[in-house]
């Protein structure tokens, strides 16, 4: 497993450690909107303050939902271009509650 999908004591971008809000040009930091990264999200909305949790965004989904890709020397990394498909396709959503994706299908089972 690389580090990504490692929990980290301190956020890869910014370095604040878990517990603590990702700094503003953080760019590991999500917007808490849409899920999407805060930095390069253009809405005019509160993008909210993320907490650094120890997991990377999207790269603990990618862990969970088994979409990865393996690098050589590096080891398993997630697959951003199966998860940016499945965004398209509507196949996985931002739950704003839980500030993590989850897939449509495990959505509504739980409902
Ligand atoms: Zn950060
Ligand atoms: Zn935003």
């Known amino acids: 497993m690389s580090d990504e999908l490692e929990q980290a004591d301190a956020c890869w971008d910014c ?10 040009d953080c760019d590991v930091a999500p917007c808490l909107v849409t899920g999407l990264q805060r930095f390069s999200c253009m809405e005019d909305h509160d993008h909210g303050q993320y907490v650094f949790t120890g997991w990377r965004p999207m790269a603990r989904e990618c862990r969970e939902f088994g979409w990865l890709i393996d ?9 951003y271009n199966r998860f940016g498909l499945a965004i398209v396709r509507g196949e996985v959503q931002w739950d704003r509650a839980a500030q993590r994706w989850v897939k449509e299908a495990t959505k509504r089972g739980m409902l």
């Open 71 to 79: 690098v050589p020397t590096v080891g398993p990394m997630g697959d």
């Open 15 to 24: 370095e604040v450690t878990i517990g603590q809000p990702c700094l503003d």
